[in-house]
């Protein structure tokens, strides 16, 4: 039996317990999670419409082959960075915040995937990816249901580094079985404090919602991991 308001205060009296430790961990995941490129290109290219009007055909094919080749080595190295650097790096901080349930909170685990099975944690975790890639380029939907399937991998590479790629897909497929709307609503639960966030710019989300949110999610792998491997009945309230 869980309940979505015992996770998120177990969440919060660990977060209040360790605020900036909490704080830093959490702000450091995000980024492993993906960054965003905000660009005024638009604005540029109608300034300069006339002056590439101008532009010898040739000159043209020039620019655009140059830029082409550009975007392919930002892609090329955001992939390698994503996947050698900042994909352990996230299994680090889901140990992290694990271990801060557990009231034994040491910064120094964030860098546990580069010293323990480095190879099969970056081999896992850029099978997750590209299989959600793949799903979101069919669909929308199954992309976001295949997303809560994978929701655990992260955590259980966290306690078992060594474990064989397939049966890390396994058991966090059997973990979510039944449980990927109740995670839905959990995530929904928090948007009233992601529109608050937007109201400080984003200020209150690096400070108390991101580090609050991170936490109740790895409250809700420890329950989930504890239900999935016993035979026992199991309620989801409010």
């Known amino acids: 039996m869980w309940y979505r308001q015992?996770?998120?205060?177990?969440?919060?009296?660990?977060?209040?317990?360790?605020?900036?430790?909490?704080?830093?961990?959490?702000?450091?995941?995000?980024?492993?999670?993906g960054t965003s490129f905000n660009s005024s290109s638009s604005s540029i290219l109608d300034d300069e419409s006339e002056t590439l009007n101008q532009l010898s055909f040739d000159a043209l094919l020039l620019i655009l082959a140059t830029f082409f080749v550009i975007v392919l080595i930002i892609l090329l190295?955001?992939?390698?960075?994503?996947?050698?650097?900042?994909?352990?790096?996230?299994?680090?901080?889901?140990l992290c915040l694990l271990e801060a349930?557990?009231?034994?909170?040491n910064l120094g685990t964030m860098g546990f995937a580069f010293k323990n099975n480095y190879v099969n944690i970056v081999k896992?975790?850029?099978?997750?990816?590209l299989f959600l890639g793949f799903w979101y380029l069919l669909f929308i939907i199954p992309g976001i249901i295949k997303t809560y399937e994978y929701r655990m991998?992260?955590?259980?590479?966290?306690?078992?580094?060594?474990?064989?790629t397939r049966e890390v897909f396994a058991r966090s497929k059997k973990m979510m079985e039944g449980e990927k709307w109740n995670a839905f609503i959990l995530d929904i639960s928090f948007i009233g404090w992601n529109l608050l966030s937007l109201l400080t710019c984003g200020i209150l989300n690096i400070f108390y919602v991101n580090p609050y949110y991170q936490l109740t999610c790895a409250a809700?792998?420890?329950?989930?991991?504890e239900k999935c491997f016993r035979d026992a009945s199991y309620y989801v309230g409010s």
């Open 6 to 33: 015992t996770l998120k205060d177990h969440a919060r009296q660990v977060f209040y317990a360790n605020y900036w430790k909490s704080v830093l961990v959490s702000f450091i995941l995000t980024l492993t999670l």
């Open 220 to 225: 809700l792998y420890h329950t989930l991991s």
């Open 77 to 94: 190295v955001a992939t390698i960075l994503k996947t050698f650097v900042f994909s352990p790096l996230e299994v680090g901080c889901r």
């Open 101 to 105: 349930l557990e009231d034994a909170y």
């Open 153 to 164: 991998i992260p955590y259980i590479l966290a306690e078992n580094p060594g474990m064989a």
């Open 124 to 129: 896992t975790q850029f099978l997750k990816n």
